[in-house]
């Protein structure tokens, strides 16, 4: 069994849609979860994270984190095609560095 | 800031030869870290230096591939005789040291290596 497993999607919305993307885990020793996202021939960029439980907002963008049920969720507002990505969530344990990434979601937002 | 940059951007080689990859870490980040992506599987974990020390090298998949970071500066990865199951996307990533999970790690743009 995969550590992190993720749709991998394509995810196909319209521009200005909400857009939730989802992850779950098994190993309850994670305590930092984030959130990359890449664009086709390029290395992943961070987008965001969250440490343990609970809800992070960083503009359109919200994660969020269910440790209790193993789920991590990232949710796009008013969604841009410039939103047009892979979206990879990345556990990681506390005092280590080394992040357990998921497939990755293909997200595709059209005019 | 420069970002993490890594060489060659794409590289293709016979079974068997020898393969080098470059990375040059965000200065200041003691940092610095490989990961892979082989087709169609998820980034993997390769291995972690702080300064020139492996902290971590338990991703590393055999002693076919050979990780230095001499000075603590820029790191190159060898991956020697290279097999076609080498295939795939090589990432490295740097970041500060937190004194505890260093979180925000800052990809390159990968080398893409092609064993034929």
Redesign the interface.
Known sequence: QKEVEQDPGPLSVPEGAIVSLNCTYSNSAFQYFMWYRQYSRKGPELLMYTYSSGNKEDGRFTAQVDKSSKYISLFIRDSQPSDSATYLCAPMRYNTDKLIFGTGTRLQVFP | EAG?TQFPSHSVIEKGQTVTLRCDPISGHD?L?W?RRVMG?????LL?FVKESK??E??MPNNRFLAERTGGTYSTLKVQPAELEDSGVY?C?S?QDRG???????????TRLTVT
């Open positions: 993490v940092n870290y990961y599987k998820e980034i993997k974990f972690h902290q971590d338990s991703g990432f990533a970041s505890g999970s260093s979180y925000e790690q800052y990809f390159g743009p990968g």
